[in-house]
């Protein structure tokens, strides 16, 4: 688990490639104080398992399902990368719950400058648009930041200057693919809903002999048998 604050930048220092996975290795320093083989850190904002380590950097294998939804494809040697250490249960949560499971890409469209933020347009597929929501959170390359607007296509966050030092933003420009992971509190719920719904297109009844869950409607008694 992690919450999206990067804490520093990475490069890929080498990258070996098999038809559909790949080894890389990412020179580091943060990440690397109390590194253990076993590890997750996100790279990107995907969750990774260090396989080994030296002082300077680490070694993580990407597999096939990786290569295919993120943008770890396009990554090459000298690549910067942007990279956290799984929370500690410990400590304060700065971000929002980021799984470190990419959802799909996104292309950013357009940046514009204003005052001191950026603002970055980025395109995406209807099926990762609809849990997308204004004042939402969403994790771009690994980074926890706020929708500001959303459209039929697109949306927008502005991003001060502290994220944008410390990040591989300034490095990407229109055209680049980037990886999403939306929040996955809206993933879940429409998930109970739509099992809801198909409890109750089906016919099946709780212990009282009434319906599960009405069509279009939540009840006490439908988040107490799906555990809240």
Known sequence: MFTGMI?????????????????????????????KTGDSIAVNGICLTVTSYTARSFTADIMHETMRRSAMRNVRN??????????????????????????????????????????????????LMRYIIEKGSIAIDGISLTVASVQEHS??????????????????????????????IGKYVEH??????RENAGGKENAG??????????TKEFLYQHGF
């Not at 990412?26 to 590194?35: F, H, P, T």
């Not at 959802?103 to 400058?113: M, N, P, R, V």
């Not at 502005?158 to 410390?166: D, E, G, K, Q």
């Open 7 to 35: 804490e520093e930048v990475g490069t890929v220092i080498a990258i070996h490639r098999k038809a559909n996975s790949a080894l890389i290795e990412i020179k580091a320093e943060q990440v690397l104080s109390d590194v």
């Open 78 to 127: 000298g690549s910067t990368v942007n990279l956290e250490r799984a929370m500690m249960a410990g400590g304060r949560f700065g971000g929002h719950i980021v799984s470190g499971h990419i959802d799909g890409t996104g292309t950013i469209e357009k940046i514009q400058k204003d005052e001191i933020a950026t603002w970055y347009t980025i395109g995406a597929e209807d099926k």
């Open 155 to 184: 949306f927008c966050v502005s991003v001060i200057p502290h994220t944008t030092a410390n990040t591989t933003l300034p490095g990407k420009k229109p055209g680049d693919l980037v990886n999403l992971e939306n929040d996955c």
């Open 192 to 197: 109970f809903l739509s099992a809801g719904r």
């Open 209 to 218: 002999g009434g319906k599960k869950n009405p069509v279009g409607g939540l």
